[in-house]
């Protein structure tokens, strides 16, 4: 497709789990972002990549949050022992360069029971 | 520490009035500022932008208003249509897409 793509769409783990999301951006796009969206909340940053390498990581909350991207276009996170407040919907999105505006997924919902 | 604030969680207006939809900053570096519209179970979908250079910037329906002494923007839609039901975000950045700062989101509902 055209768009963002991540998956998979929703994610039930049990609290303690690791998990992995994947995101898939638009081709050609060199920047590539991570958000995170609580309920009620707006989406808040996680993580931007230029290229393969990780720009700017300073909104991930804690050491269990990780994210690569090899290749400079599939990106994947992953959180390491998940727990009940790691529950959000988490958006990735990407722009042709970090100066033009970034087009959304449509998120992964992750529950952790 | 909200650097983004969308003060009103919703908004009713009627089909063919006009939707004024307002944000509130605080932190004086941003200098980009965009509007994305949400649907339920997808992503936020970019709207309009508008850099602080500028106080104001139309797309058809769409005109963004920056006010950077009051550090306000303003989204206004006119006419107002069923399809813009949805929530809208505003966001800023201190330069281009990177790293943005995003309101809590305004639930606009266009009623027939």
């Known amino acids: 497709g055209a768009g963002v793509s991540q998956t998979p769409s929703n994610k039930v783990t049990e609290k303690g789990k690791y998990v992995e999301l994947r995101c898939d951006p638009i081709s050609g796009h060199t920047a590539l972002y991570w958000y995170r969206q609580s309920l009620g909340q707006g989406p808040e940053f996680l993580i931007y990549f230029q290229g393969t390498g990780a720009a700017d990581d300073s909104g991930l909350p804690n050491d269990r949050f990780f994210a690569v991207r090899p290749e400079g276009s599939v990106s994947t996170l992953k959180i390491q022992r998940t727990e009940r407040g790691d529950s959000a919907v988490y958006l990735c999105?990407?722009?042709?360069?970090?100066?033009?505006?970034?087009?959304f997924g449509q998120g992964t919902r992750l529950t952790v029971v | 520490d909200q650097q983004v604030k969308q003060n009103s969680p919703s908004l009713s207006v009627q089909e063919g009035r006009i939707s004024i939809l307002n944000c509130d900053y605080t932190?004086?570096?941003?200098?980009?500022f965009l509007w994305y519209k949400k649907y339920p179970a997808e992503g936020p979908t970019f709207l309009i932008s508008?850099?602080?250079?500028?106080d104001k910037n139309e797309d058809g329906r769409f005109t963004v208003f920056l006010n950077k002494s009051a550090k306000h923007l303003s989204l206004h839609i006119v006419p107002s249509q069923p399809g813009d039901s949805a929530v809208y975000f505003c966001a800023a950045s201190v330069e281009g897409a990177q790293k943005l700062v995003f309101g809590q989101g305004t639930r606009l509902t266009i009623n027939p």
């Open positions: 508008i850099s602080s250079i500028k």
């Open positions: 932190n004086s570096m941003f200098d980009y």
């Open positions: 999105a990407s722009s042709l360069t970090v100066d033009t505006e970034a087009f």
